[in-house]
């Protein structure tokens, strides 16, 4: 024996609180037969007082089960039961369809680990439960920009990721114009890149409300391309790429047709400015969260 295992036993023994459990029983109906646990309770060594748990007051799974009447008055009979083992005790259950299995030896590290293991081994009914399907998810802007933050920095391009808001000089808001453009590459000087500049925004129109849906694809989107495009030359590169969710429980055809509308409206002034003025504007609309990063990668290569 090392000394390791010495330590070991003194912790098992000194650590471990010790007592007796029982398991409460229910009968609905007795000459059905069927029996549900409702609780458990545990009475440490050296002790009198019960401590114990009941099945979840919200009684899902024995509502599903039994219907509605059957649990209001299975919830007064917890009411009941509670009051009986702080008061009464193990000796007397509150009803004949109640009874408390024989006590039988347990230990643990603490009381309340006691109960809960006891708990999720014994109450079933607590578990019992309709499946819920998942709520389908919401890509945002921000979410959006995040993932495509990480994809940039995957194929080393992160340098085109821009944290902040960017600042152009205007002649008119004290000369200054704050500009949200997660893609940005000012002018340089240099002979790899000549002197344009490049720059996109990148936004989801994956909302219902329609506020939140102007914000984004109006404001963040083509609002930030168009005055990035008169406040530099129409030798940039500027691009905006719009992530378009897809029909699910939340995005039914109603709300799909707004967003489609509100896109080409968003659209309309950028795609002008290509085809009419010359500016040199990448306008992609894309159902795939990946594809939109895609595009994005090849837009700064």
Not at 5 to 14: G, I
Not at 237 to 265: C, Q, V, W
Not at 267 to 272: E, M, P, V, W
């Amino acid at each position: 024996m090392n000394w390791t295992s010495l330590l070991e036993s003194k912790y098992a023994a000194d650590a471990f609180i010790k007592g007796h459990f029982f398991v409460i029983k229910f009968t609905p109906d007795i000459v059905a037969q069927e029996v549900h646990n409702l609780g458990i309770g545990f009475i440490q060594e050296g002790e009198s007082k019960i401590r114990f748990r009941l099945l979840d007051s919200s009684l899902r799974g024995f509502n599903c089960i039994y219907g509605k009447e059957p649990t209001e008055g299975l919830r007064l009979l917890l009411d009941s039961l509670s009051l009986a083992l702080d008061t009464v005790g193990y000796t007397s259950p509150p009803s004949a369809q109640v009874k408390y299995t024989t006590l039988m030896p347990i230990s643990g590290l603490s009381v309340k680990s006691i109960i809960d293991s006891l708990y999720r081994d014994y109450i079933h009914m607590d578990h019992y439960q309709q499946e819920k399907k998942p709520k389908p998810s919401i890509l945002n802007t921000a979410e959006l920009r995040k993932g495509l933050k990480s994809s940039l920095q995957s194929i080393n391009r992160s340098s085109y990721f821009q944290e902040n808001k960017v600042f152009l000089e205007s002649d008119i808001n004290d000369g200054k114009i704050v500009l949200d453009l997660p893609i940005w590459r000012p002018q340089v000087n240099d002979t790899m890149f000549g002197h344009d500049y490049l720059f996109a925004s990148v936004v989801s129109a994956d909302y219902i409300d329609k506020d939140a849906l102007s914000f984004n694809l109006d404001y963040l989107g083509c609002t930030s391309v168009q005055n990035a495009c008169f406040l530099t030359s129409r030798e940039a590169k500027a691009g905006l790429f719009i992530y378009r969710p897809s029909f699910n429980e939340r995005i039914t055809k109603e709300a799909m047709d707004i967003i489609d509308s509100h896109i080409d409206n968003s659209l309309y002034n950028l795609k002008r400015l290509k085809q009419k003025e010359g500016y040199d504007i990448e306008i992609e609309v894309l159902d795939v969260e990946e594809e939109v990063y895609d595009k994005v990668a090849t837009f700064v290569n």
